[in-house]
């Protein structure tokens, strides 16, 4: 029985059903190619969500997950390890950082986050600090603290109480925030960049004015770079690129290329809350984990990945701008560097899933965010004959959509 061939029917069978993936199987990756059970092979622009950023089976990041897989894979955080130290002191040489915690999610990051912020406003001020402000469409993790921060209702209900004092305003609005902040603010949480929530920057103005804000109040200002960080918007972080520095910022999907790790990123004053004992994981920080994540690191960080994103972000939304033309299909085309959304316009509402099944159909993978975005995340390595074999195909997954009258 365990010889027969796995087949996507064993999903329903086997696995909880909280998820509905597609009906094909990928077996294989290299680069930005993906092959399936049958041996279709597809264009691969949705990465694993923002996740494999330097595409599939990297010779470098396979060759540190070889090397370290034949050396140590794993001890307690009761000891310390090489990997881990070195990606450490990389994250804090290249970033506003002083200190990392190490978790193996964007969630876990965020949770540490979190509870950090919660734990400095106590130490420093008082018990009274604990409000959280995050933002409406906002999306921080799925553990409940995090789901519950993150601004949609609909994934936070029904699992009983949630943790208390969390506030939601709409993103970008600064009389809301005005209105809203108080010295009882421990932290406002924000992503520069709303990923799920349909690819939507967060202004400069705003940014500046919720770090006087945050300022003002001692309150911290949390970074969630899960989704933008780690070079996905053409800098290693996408702060870099704004006017504000975070006192916290997260990181995960991309920061493994593939390999489950987080990391959440501080400065000494506010780390020193993080007492012996008052958080952990057992996984955390674990050298194979690491050793991958500094191979992705020190291969991201170079001024040619950074030049390969923006020139192709170029690309691709010019390309998506002609699609959106051709069709009459899209209202916007936006986002940063290699995290990319096509609104879909007033006439094709709710439809993004079928272009998103439509493309498959041509052999490319994509993404949505929301019901009516478009998203692209593809590896940072993708070239310029990628670009345009991708959107050749998109148009062609888009025509057939327009033939059969979206049915
Ligand atoms: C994906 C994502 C998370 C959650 O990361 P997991 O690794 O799935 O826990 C948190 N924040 C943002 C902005 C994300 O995009």
Same mark, same amino acid.
């Given at each position: 029985m365990t010889n027969v061939h796995p087949v996507r029917a064993d999903f329903d069978k086997?696995?909880?059903?909280n998820y509905a993936p597609a009906q094909i199987v990928p077996v294989r990756g290299e680069g930005l190619k993906v092959w399936d059970q049958q041996g279709n092979e597809y264009l691969d622009l949705a990465g694993g969500i923002a996740v494999n950023c330097l595409g599939h089976c990297h010779p470098t990041v396979t060759k540190a997950l070889h090397e370290q897989g034949d050396k140590l894979w794993h001890v307690a955080n009761v000891m310390t390890n090489e990997p881990a130290l070195m990606l450490a002191k990389e994250l804090v040489d290249n970033t506003f950082a002083e200190k990392v915690f190490f978790a193996n999610s964007g969630a876990e990051a965020n949770e540490a986050a979190f509870k950090l912020a919660r734990r400095y406003a106590k130490d420093h001020f008082?018990?009274?600090?604990d409000q959280i402000i995050a933002f409406n469409q906002g999306f921080h993790g799925r553990t409940f603290f995090t789901v519950t921060v993150g601004g949609q209702a609909a994934y936070s209900d029904?699992?009983?109480p949630k943790p208390q004092s969390v506030e939601h305003i709409d993103f970008n609005d600064i009389t809301a925030l005005e209105q809203l902040i108080?010295?009882?603010?421990c932290a406002v949480v924000v992503e520069p960049i709303q990923g799920e929530g349909g690819v939507i920057s967060a202004h400069d103005d705003f940014l500046v004015k919720l770090r006087q804000l945050c300022d003002k109040h001692n309150a911290l200002l949390v970074f969630d770079?899960?989704?933008?960080?780690?070079?996905?918007?053409? @800098? &290693?972080?996408?702060?870099?690129?704004?006017p504000v520095v975070p006192d916290i910022l997260t990181s995960a999907k991309s920061l493994g290329g593939g390999f489950p790790v987080a990391a959440m990123l501080t400065t000494d004053k506010i780390a020193q @809350? &993080?007492?012996?004992?008052s958080h952990g994981s057992t996984?955390?920080?674990?050298p194979l984990a690491c050793a991958v994540a500094l191979a992705v690191l020190k291969e991201v960080n170079k001024p040619e990945t950074y030049a390969n994103v923006a020139a192709r972000s170029e690309q691709l939304k010019q390309g998506l701008l002609a699609l959106g033309k051709k069709y009459d299909l899209f209202a916007d085309v936006r986002g940063k560097g290699l995290l990319i959304g096509a609104q879909l316009s007033s006439n094709y509402q709710g439809k993004a899933k079928m272009i998103l099944n439509a493309a498959l159909e041509q052999g490319l993978m994509i993404l949505v965010a929301g019901t009516s975005v478009v998203r692209f995340t593809p590896?940072?390595?993708?070239?310029a004959e990628q670009v345009e074999l991708a959107l050749n195909k998109l148009d062609a997954a888009i025509a057939q959509l327009m033939v059969s009258n979206w049915e």
């Open positions: 086997y696995q909880a059903p008082g018990e009274h600090k029904g699992f009983g108080s010295d009882n603010t770079e899960v989704q933008t960080g780690m070079g996905r918007t053409g @800098s &290693l972080y996408a702060y870099m690129q704004t @809350s &993080l007492v012996i004992g996984y955390g920080g674990n590896a940072y390595i993708i070239t």
